[in-house]
């Protein structure tokens, strides 16, 4: 039964800092991880897709690795600002990219 | 193109009624799915579906079925509604392993339902 879990819960840290978010899985035969931002009361906007053969994927200010072996994905984010104030979720896709697995989150704020 | 779409957007019921939760998406995707979110978590799966015909349950499958008739439709149903279903649903599709691509997950805006 796949697992996810993502550290910390909530993280507030001053405008312009760099930041790393944490998600963790417990069975590493997964298809692709996906992570999401979601805003307060909002759906759910998709960031970034790594593919079970890749290694990491970059957009913008955001770089998002894959470590299977060690069961351990991260979102970096650069030169961080106010509106990337949100929750972010990190899923990971079973066998097929089926059934993917949500953590809980982890809820950024950043300070002016 | 739409997209995932998912009506109602807000419905409240009473305790024991029962009602249908209706996804489709038109870009005719195989992979179907619902979650539900409450407060401060993450999303958790009720049911998916690998295509027409084909459902199998999620983490937290009690109290809700589907059917999958169609490519395009994925309803949930719930037949007698409790306080504990008071949640955000969102209905999400991608790919199967025929024609997956990426396996990218796309999601519909959500349906929050109030159950007294």
């Known amino acids: 039964k796949q697992e996810v879990t993502q550290i910390p819960a909530a993280l507030s840290v001053p405008e312009g800092e760099n930041l790393v978010l944490n998600c963790s899985f417990t069975d590493s035969a997964i298809y692709n991880l996906q992570w999401f931002r979601q805003d307060p009361g909002k759906g759910l906007t998709s960031l970034l897709l790594?593919?079970?053969?890749?290694r990491e994927q970059t957009s913008g200010r955001l770089n998002a690795s894959l470590d299977k072996s060690s069961g351990r994905s991260t979102l970096y984010i650069a030169a961080s600002q106010p509106g990337d104030s949100a929750t972010y979720l990190c899923?990971?896709?079973?066998?097929?990219?089926?059934?993917?697995?949500f953590g809980a989150g982890t809820r950024l704020f950043v300070k002016a | 193109n739409a997209g995932v779409t998912q009506t109602p957007k807000f419905q409240v019921l009473k305790t024991g009624q029962s009602m249908t939760l209706q996804c489709a998406q038109d870009m005719n995707h195989e992979y179907m799915s619902w979650y539900r979110q409450d407060p401060g978590m993450g999303l958790r799966l009720i049911h998916y579906?690998?295509?027409?015909?084909?459902?199998d349950q999620g983490e937290v499958p009690n109290g809700y079925n589907v059917s999958r008739s169609t490519t395009e439709d994925f309803p949930l149903r719930l037949l007698s509604a409790a306080p504990s279903q008071t949640s955000v649903y969102f209905c999400?599709?991608?790919?199967?392993?025929?024609?997956?691509?990426?396996?990218?997950?796309?999601f519909g805006e959500g349906s929050r339902l109030t159950v007294l």
């Open positions: 899923a990971a896709a079973g066998t097929g990219g089926f059934k993917t697995i």
């Open positions: 579906s690998v295509g027409a015909g084909i459902t």
């Open positions: 999400a599709s991608s790919y199967d392993r025929g024609s997956r691509g990426t396996g990218e997950l796309f």
């Open positions: 790594i593919q079970s053969s890749q």
